[in-house]
C-alpha cells in the first residue's frame, strides 16, 4: 500500500507516548507516562490566583470538541449568582470563561441542577433540575429534563408529551442524555409520553428537537399490545445523530431471553428495531448475571458496557466481579474492554465505560490495581480513570499526579472523553494533580489532555483502482471472520458509486472500484483481507459485468447483491431504498459530478441517501422515493447550472429544500463542509476536483472518519478550500490520489492548515 506520512509535531508538548503503543489509525492520540502539567482543573475561579469550588462537585461532562466542559456543583464561590444550591456550570477551555447555565434572567435555579450533557460543539447544554424558576410548567418539585442554548442563553423544557401540544412529564424526568449533534434528548420518565401503554412504571423516552416529537425508546417488541418495558436503569446512551439509544432492561425485548436479569439493548429509532447487546458467547441469550452502564460510539454501531456475567466472553473475571465489554453490532462480536495487564482475564471493578467517536478509545475508572503493571505502587483504595487504545491494547492512567510518579492520590471517577480520544474529563478528590490544591475530600472537575499529534499523509496508487484499495485499507478493519459490508462500483463513470458511497458510508462499510470486466490484482488482496460479511455490486451489467459479479462470491460467505436500475436516476433510486427511511436526502445532479463529489460525505454524516436528478426536471421515481422516505429536509448540491431553480421548487412541495452551492466545484465543496461540518472537524480529506475516482473512493472513508471533502487543483489550493481548511482546524489532512491529481507542492502547502 503505498501510503506516505508526514508528522507534524506540536511544539507544545501536553504529553508523551502512550507506553510503546504506535497508533496504526492517525492521529495519533498519546497518553503521557511522564506528565509535564497535563491535568487542568475545570472547577476554579477566574480570580489570581484561582481558588477550587468551596464544594463538591457532582457530575461532568465533556463537550466533543474538546473545548467545553460541563460540571454540577454546589459552590458558592464559582458565580456571583451562586446560592448554595446544585448548579450547573459551563466552562469554555478556550476562553476560560465560567457561565451559570442553570439560570434564568439573572437568576439562579432554586433548586438542584445536575447530570449535565453537551452536544459535540458545545453549543447545547440538556441537564435534569428540579428549580421550578427555569423553563415550564412543571408540577413543584418534579425533576425535569431541559435544554439550555449557549447561543441565545434560553432554556427549554423537553420531558413532554407526544402531540401537537405537548405537556409535561408530571412524574418527572432523569438521566438525561444529548446526542452529538444536538437533534436529539433521550431521558427516563415514569410518565406516559407516547401512546404505548408505560405499565405505570419508568420508560426510556427521546425527544426530537427538530421534529418537535416524543418517542418511546423502551419498547416491549415481545408484548401483545404495544407497551414499554420494566426494570429500566438509570444509565442510557445515544449515538451523534439520536438514532440510536441504549439502555438496560430485565425484560426480554428480543428473541433471546433476558432471564429476568438486567441486559443491555440497542434501539434504532429509524428502523424501530431492538437488538440484545449483553448476548452470551452462543448468542442464545443474555448474559446470565447483570449488565449495566452502556455507552455508544457515534455512529451506534459499538457498545460498551459493565457486566458480571460470565458467560459473555471467556476472559471473565472471577464470578461476581464486574468487567466491561465491547459490542460490535455490524460484527456481532463480543470483546473484553478492561483486560488486566497479563491479558489472561477481565478486572474486576470496572465501571463507567465511555467511547470515542470511533469507538477505538476506552476510558473507564476501577480501583483494581492490575490493570497497568505499575498498578502495584498505586495509592490505595482510590479509584482511578484510565484509556485504553482497543486498537493496540495500550493503557494508561489518566488521573496521574502532576510529577507523573504515580497516580493521583485521591478517589477519581466519572470520564467523559472527546470525541477523538485526546482529552478525558473526569472529577478527582485527589490534591496532586495540579499546581491547585483542592480541598482534601472535595472532589473537584478536571481535564486530562492527551497529545494528538498532527499528521498529513497522502493514499495513493498506481491508478484508480489501487488508490480505491488503499483507501479501504486506511479505514476498515476486518478480524479475518466476519469483515464490512462492501460495496463494488465501476470505476469509469461517477453516477453509480456517488449515491453508493453514502450508503456505503451508512453501512460502515467501504466502496470499492473496479473495471467493467476486471477486478485488479489490488482489489482482489484487498477483497480477501476485508472478508466481506456481503457484497453490494452497484449499477448494472453494462458498468460491471455479470462475471465480475460472479467473479465478486469467491470472496464473501453469503451473498453479492446487485443494486442497479434502467438509467442512473433510478439507479440512485434503487440504492436509496436500502434505507428504510430518512428524515433528510441529498439530491445532486446525475449529469455532471464536481458539485456532488462532496456530497457523498456529508450525506454520511446524516446517514441520508443521494439521488441524482436531471438539471432541468425531476425525474418522477425520484419524487416518489423522497415521499416514501418521509423526509423533512432536501438539501441539493450545487447551483441552478446544475440542478434548476425549477427542480428546487419541485422538491420543495415535498419537503423544504436548501441548496449549498458556490460559484465552482471549489466553493461549493466547501460551501457543503462549512454548512454540514459547522463544528469543525479532527480530519479532513482532500482530493482533486478535475477528476472524480479518488473521491469518490474516499466518500465511505471520510464518513468513517467523520471527515469532510475539501476539493483542490492539481498545482493549487483554491481560496474557499484554504479558508475552509483554516476554519476546521483539523489534526490530520488525508490526501487522495497521486501526484498527478494532486501535485507535491500542494501536498507540501497543506501543512500549514495542521496545528503547530
Same mark, same amino acid.
Given at each position: 500500500m503505498m501510503i506516505i506520512n508526514r508528522t507534524i509535531r506540536n511544539t507544545v508538548a501536553l504529553a508523551a507516548v502512550l507506553g510503546a503503543a504506535v497508533a496504526l489509525t492517525p492521529p495519533t492520540v498519546s497518553w503521557a507516562t511522564t506528565w509535564e502539567s497535563t491535568t487542568r482543573q475545570v472547577s476554579e475561579t477566574l480570580s489570581l490566583p484561582p481558588a477550587s469550588a468551596n464544594l463538591p462537585v457532582e457530575s461532568i461532562a465533556l463537550s466533543g470538541n474538546g473545548r467545553y466542559a460541563a460540571f454540577s456543583t454546589r459552590a458558592t464561590n464559582m458565580s456571583d449568582l451562586a446560592n448554595g444550591v446544585e448548579q450547573v456550570y459551563l466552562r469554555d477551555l478556550r476562553t476560560g470563561a465560567i457561565t451559570m447555565v442553570s439560570a434564568r434572567g439573572g437568576v439562579a435555579g432554586d433548586m438542584p441542577s445536575y447530570q449535565p450533557s453537551i452536544s459535540d460543539d458545545g453549543r447545547y447544554i440538556a441537564y435534569t433540575s428540579i428549580a421550578d424558576n427555569l423553563a415550564g410548567s412543571v408540577p413543584s418539585r418534579r425533576a425535569k429534563a431541559l435544554v439550555w442554548d449557549r447561543d441565545t442563553g434560553s432554556t427549554q423544557l423537553v420531558s413532554v408529551t407526544d402531540g401537537t401540544s405537548p405537556a409535561p412529564a408530571i412524574q418527572g424526568a432523569t438521566s438525561v442524555r444529548m446526542s452529538g449533534d444536538g437533534s436529539?434528548?433521550?431521558?427516563?420518565?415514569?410518565?406516559k409520553l407516547t401512546a404505548e401503554d408505560n405499565l405505570a412504571t419508568e420508560q426510556v423516552y427521546v425527544r426530537d428537537l427538530r421534529l418537535a416529537t416524543t418517542t418511546m425508546v423502551s419498547v416491549n417488541p415481545m408484548a401483545a399490545a404495544p407497551s414499554g418495558a420494566r426494570g429500566i436503569d438509570r444509565d442510557i446512551a445515544v449515538s451523534r445523530d439520536g438514532s440510536v439509544v441504549v439502555f438496560a432492561s430485565t425484560d426480554t425485548l428480543s428473541a433471546q431471553p433476558a432471564g429476568g436479569r438486567s441486559q443491555i439493548y440497542a434501539r434504532s429509532i429509524v428502523a424501530r428495531a431492538t437488538e440484545l447487546v449483553s448476548v452470551n458467547i452462543d448468542g442464545t441469550a443474555g448474559g446470565d448475571r447483570p449488565s449495566a452502564m452502556p455507552a455508544v460510539s457515534a455512529d451506534g454501531t459499538t457498545v460498551a458496557f459493565t457486566s458480571e456475567a460470565s458467560d459473555i466472553n471467556e476472559k471473565h473475571p472471577a464470578v461476581g466481579g464486574t468487567s466491561i465489554y465491547v459490542r460490535d453490532l455490524i460484527a456481532k462480536s463480543t470483546t473484553l474492554g478492561t483486560p488486566n495487564a497479563a491479558g489472561t482475564m477481565g478486572i474486576a471493578k470496572a465501571a463507567h465505560p465511555v467511547l470515542s467517536e470511533d469507538g477505538r478509545y476506552l476510558a473507564f475508572d476501577t480501583a483494581q490495581t492490575d490493570v497497568v503493571p505499575e498498578g502495584s505502587s498505586f495509592p490505595l483504595p482510590y479509584t482511578q480513570v484510565y484509556v485504553r487504545d482497543r486498537l493496540t491494547g495500550s493503557v494508561v492512567v489518566a488521573s496521574r499526579n502532576l510529577v507523573g510518579t504515580n497516580a493521583g492520590n485521591g478517589q477519581s471517577d466519572l470520564p467523559w472523553l472527546s470525541s477523538d480520544g485526546s482529552l478525558v474529563a473526569f472529577r478527582s478528590a485527589a490534591t496532586d494533580l495540579t499546581g491547585t490544591t483542592p480541598s482534601p475530600g472535595s472532589p473537584q472537575a478536571f481535564v486530562a489532555m492527551g497529545h494528538v499529534t498532527p499528521r498529513l499523509e497522502r493514499i495513493?496508487?498506481?491508478?484508480?483502482?489501487?488508490?480505491?484499495?488503499?483507501?479501504?485499507?486506511?479505514?476498515?478493519?476486518?478480524?479475518g471472520i466476519v469483515g464490512p459490508i462492501v460495496y463494488v462500483a465501476s470505476g469509469e463513470g461517477f453516477a453509480d458509486a456517488l449515491p453508493g458511497s453514502a450508503a456505503a458510508g451508512h453501512d460502515q462499510g467501504p466502496i470499492l472500484l473496479v473495471g467493467k470486466n476486471t477486478i485488479?490484482?489490488?482489489?482482489?488482496a484487498e477483497l480477501t483481507r476485508l472478508t466481506p460479511r456481503r457484497i453490494v455490486v452497484l449499477g448494472g451489467p453494462d458498468t460491471v459485468s455479470t462475471q465480475v459479479e460472479n467473479d465478486l462470491k469467491a470472496y464473501t460467505r453469503t451473498t453479492v447483491d446487485r443494486v442497479s436500475g434502467p438509467d442512473r436516476y433510478s439507479g440512485s433510486v434503487?440504492?436509496?431504498?436500502?434505507?428504510?427511511?430518512s428524515t433528510v436526502a441529498y439530491v445532486a445532479s446525475g449529469e455532471n459530478f464536481p458539485d456532488a463529489l462532496a456530497g457523498a460525505a456529508a450525506a454520511g454524516r446524516d446517514k441520508a441517501p443521494v439521488l441524482l436528478t436531471q438539471k432541468g426536471s425531476l425525474p418522477p421515481g425520484v419524487k416518489e422515493e423522497l415521499e416514501r422516505l418521509g423526509v423533512t429536509k432536501i438539501l441539493v448540491l450545487g447551483g441552478p447550472n446544475s440542478v434548476t431553480d425549477g427542480v428546487v421548487a419541485s422538491l420543495n412541495t415535498i419537503a423544504p429544500t436548501t441548496r449549498i452551492a458556490g460559484p465552482d466545484r471549489y466553493e461549493g465543496a466547501a460551501a457543503v463542509s462549512r454548512t454540514i461540518f459547522a463544528g469543525g472537524a479532527k480530519t479532513v480529506f482532500v482530493a482533486s476536483g478535475e477528476v472524480f475516482p479518488d473521491a469518490l473512493s474516499g466518500g465511505a472513508s471520510a464518513i468513517k472518519n467523520g471527515a469532510p471533502v475539501i476539493l483542490v487543483t492539481k498545482n493549487a489550493v483554491p481560496a474557499a478550500a484554504a479558508t =475552509?481548511? =483554516?476554519?476546521?482546524?483539523?489534526?490530520?489532512?488525508?490526501?487522495?490520489?497521486g501526484e498527478n491529481t494532486v501535485s507535491p507542492a500542494v501536498f507540501d502547502s497543506l501543512e500549514q492548515y495542521l496545528p503547530r
Open positions: 436529539v434528548v433521550a431521558f427516563i420518565s415514569a410518565s495513493a496508487g498506481a491508478d484508480r483502482y489501487t488508490v480505491s484499495a488503499n483507501v479501504a485499507a486506511d479505514a476498515f478493519v476486518s478480524d485488479s490484482a489490488d482489489m482482489r434503487a440504492v436509496s431504498k436500502t434505507f428504510l427511511s =475552509e481548511l =483554516e476554519r476546521l482546524n483539523p489534526d490530520r489532512i488525508v490526501v487522495l490520489g
